[in-house]
């Protein structure tokens, strides 16, 4: 994919050590070696914390991205020292509260969550929602995103969210009837999720050092993109599984209709801290190959009000939020957005892969 836009990335302070730099010569999702420069100077415009300039590559094999050089495993701390598991901001929403649709989605998204988890009992909540939702099976899949999709659990089922920042997603999975556990590279994020009574172990892919066949359910939210060898980190996921247990993978995607409008600007890409972006069927093939079943790939929600509104700012070079409510022309564009990745997932800002270990 080609540098679309013309405005100058801001200038590193200063360059990453070379020391700290490891090749990638071949794709780390297939392992082809041809590709195409699609990116030559990517910077760190979202926490600008991290130093460098760095080229990403698109393989000619899967159409994943990728950087080379990258940081190496023991260098990679450098691109997190403001990363944003240490706080939480609002996002931004094409859809207003206080308009027709604002108010009855969350009340019908409710009220089918609640019929499908006997656990759950969120408000505002509409009987109507769980009426409607077996005869839009697509409008149900968009609901149950904030559920990640997962089946009700059995008794005592368990789950562990990997790369579970500050816990908000075990506290859904809780919610839902999970015994919900967390792993998390970053020990502030930890210490904070811990402190608040969550189960949550410090730790990382590939190698968790957690017990093989475990848990009912594996969820990973924008993780597999940072990872040095996804390949290795999906075999992790299925070794912790028990057998039928349930994969929910979300990363953002190298096809994503935000990265041909933004270029070297669009949020997906955070240099250096994504080593890799995949594409729909790359994710499907990585996960096949790791020995996963019953994959699909699912609606991401309305998101991409959200990416217009960081890639922008990236673009800008707007460190933070003006409280602005965006143009009604962004706003019609982030709808228009969405109305495509629902009608074709290959083309979101995000993926959502979910699958299954066999049972034998
Ligand atoms: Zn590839």
Known sequence: MPDSNTSPPRAPASDWPSDGLEAQPACPVCATADRQLAHPALVDGIFFCAPGRWQMFRCQGCGCGYLDPRPTPATIGLAYASYYTHSTTPEP??????????????????????????????????????????????????????????????????????????????????????????????????????????????????????????????TLSQVIEHVHDPRHALAECLRLLKPGGTLWVATPNMDAQGHARFGPHWRGLEPPRHLVLFTADALLRACTEAGFRNLSLKPIGPVSAWFLDASNRIRTGTAHRTGTPPLLTERLAAIWMDWRAFRDPRRGEELIVVGNRPLA
């Not at 009855?104 to 656990?119: K, T, V």
């Not at 920042?165 to 930890?190: H, K, M, S, V, W």
Request: hydrophobic share 35%.
């Open 93 to 218: 929403r094409w859809l207003s509260d206080a308009s027709f649709l604002g108010r009855r989605l969350p009340s019908w998204r409710n009220g089918y969550l609640n019929r499908r988890f006997r656990h759950l009992r969120r408000q505002p909540s509409s009987a109507l929602g769980g009426r409607l939702a077996p005869l839009f099976p697509y409008a149900r899949d968009f609901a149950e995103r904030d559920v990640r999709h997962l089946p009700p659990p059995g008794a005592e089922a368990r789950l562990l969210d990997i790369g579970c920042g500050d816990g908000n997603f075990l506290r859904i999975a809780e919610a839902i009837g999970y015994r919900a556990e967390g792993l998390e590279f970053d020990p502030q994020a930890t210490a904070a999720a811990c402190a608040q009574g969550l189960t949550v172990h410090q730790g990382g892919l590939p190698d968790t050092g957690l017990p093989g066949g475990t848990y009912d359910a594996v």
